[in-house]
């Protein structure tokens, strides 16, 4: 019933901005974390940016000063501002929330992604 939906993908140029935003519909019983991962074509999904309840950020090391992380405080959206993006940072964006269900199974929740293209 949780459901996650990104938005804000597009094609920019190097060196622009871009802000995505990921909606949650349905209830978490207690979340445990909210992020951002990235796919690349050819390439495993990695965690981009990472924000608990309690606003503990977590950043990869290649967006680290260039990409922040933020939530609203329903905690039913996150966001992700990026910064001086670069060709690299071309992939399909997932919003992903961690979360317990009831208290003792823990879940992964995933939006179907958007897209962002960086050109040189």
């Known amino acids: 019933q949780v459901q996650l939906v990104e938005s804000g993908g597009g094609l920019v140029r190097s060196g622009g901005s871009l802000r995505l935003s990921c909606a949650r519909s349905?209830?978490?019983?207690?979340?445990?974390?909210m992020a951002w991962y990235r796919q690349a074509p050819g390439r495993q999904r990695q965690l981009v940016a990472s924000?608990?309840?309690?606003?503990?950020?977590d950043y990869a090391d290649s967006v680290k000063g260039r990409f922040t992380i933020s939530t609203d405080t329903t905690k039913k959206t996150v966001y992700l501002q990026m910064n001086s993006l670069k060709p690299e940072d071309t992939a399909v964006y997932y919003c992903?929330?961690?979360?317990?269900?009831?208290?003792?199974?823990?879940?992964?929740?995933w939006g179907p992604g958007t897209q962002v293209t960086v050109s040189s």
């Open positions: 992903n929330f961690k979360g317990y269900s009831d208290p003792w199974t823990e879940a992964d929740y």
């Open positions: 349905g209830s978490i019983f207690r979340i445990s974390n």
């Open positions: 924000i608990t309840t309690r606003d503990s950020t």
